[in-house]
Nanobody
Framework: QVQLVESGGGLVQAGDSLRLSCAAS????????MGWFRQAPGKEREFVAA????????HYVDSVKGRFTISRDNGKNTVYLQMNSLKSEDTAVYYC??????????????????WGQGTQVTVSS
């Protein structure tokens, strides 16, 4: 288990960009697959992006492919979500999540054991 703290959320206009950061505590960050999920009011929590601990392979939900990029800096114990060309449909609370030494081909909520508190992203149109 690791402690995760998201930051970088805010209110932006459609078409703008935003970068979310997730800072992780602990000494074993490089051994965690990291992911981003989001949840809008009245909707289920949705997978957004993940980056594997082993080889850095990334996964994205179809709706954000080509617009969002997940990356990590193991030296800073931080994972990022660069969000470009934001749409009103991207409005949600974004959660950072970690899975210890786990690989997955299709990341799901149940794969991740550690979660951050979430950061609000609001995109006005």
């Amino acid at each position: 288990q690791v402690q995760l703290v998201e930051s970088g959320g805010g209110l932006v206009q459609a078409g703008d960009s935003l970068r979310l950061s997730c800072a992780a505590s602990g000494r074993t960050f490089s051994m965690y697959t990291m992911g981003w999920f989001r949840q809008a009011p009245g909707k289920e929590r949705e997978f957004v992006a993940a980056i594997m601990w082993t080889n850095g392979r990334t996964h994205y939900v179809d709706s954000v492919k080509g617009r969002f990029t997940i990356s990590r800096d193991n030296g800073k114990n931080t994972v990022y979500l660069q969000m470009n060309s934001l749409k009103s449909e991207d409005t949600a609370v974004y959660y950072c999540a970690a899975a210890y030494r786990r690989e997955m081909g299709r990341p799901e909520v149940a794969d991740f054991g550690s979660w951050g508190q979430g950061t609000q992203v609001t995109v006005s149109s």
